[in-house]
């Protein structure tokens, strides 16, 4: 049985892999690259940060992982 991940999460595994730059991610987010260096140093910022960025980089990380489900 799969177990689904919540947004933060999901948006939490997105900033912390260093597979994609976080310029990549700030062009398809539209969250700004010293935002995003923020988030990887700390990823628990992520809980304060406003829904529309939790929901951008869990979107995002939904895309790019859409073959591992």
Not at 11 to 28: F, G, I, T
Request: aromatic share 8%; net charge neutral; hydrophobic share 35%.
């Amino acid at each position: 049985m799969q177990t689904s991940i919540s947004d933060l999460e999901k948006a939490q595994l997105m900033v912390s892999d260093k597979n994609y730059p976080l310029s990549e991610v700030a062009k398809v987010t539209g969250i700004s690259h010293p935002t995003l260096k923020l988030y990887r140093a700390n990823p628990e910022k992520l809980r304060m940060a406003a829904w529309e960025r939790v929901n951008a980089l869990a979107t995002y990380y939904d895309e790019t992982h859409q073959n591992e489900k």
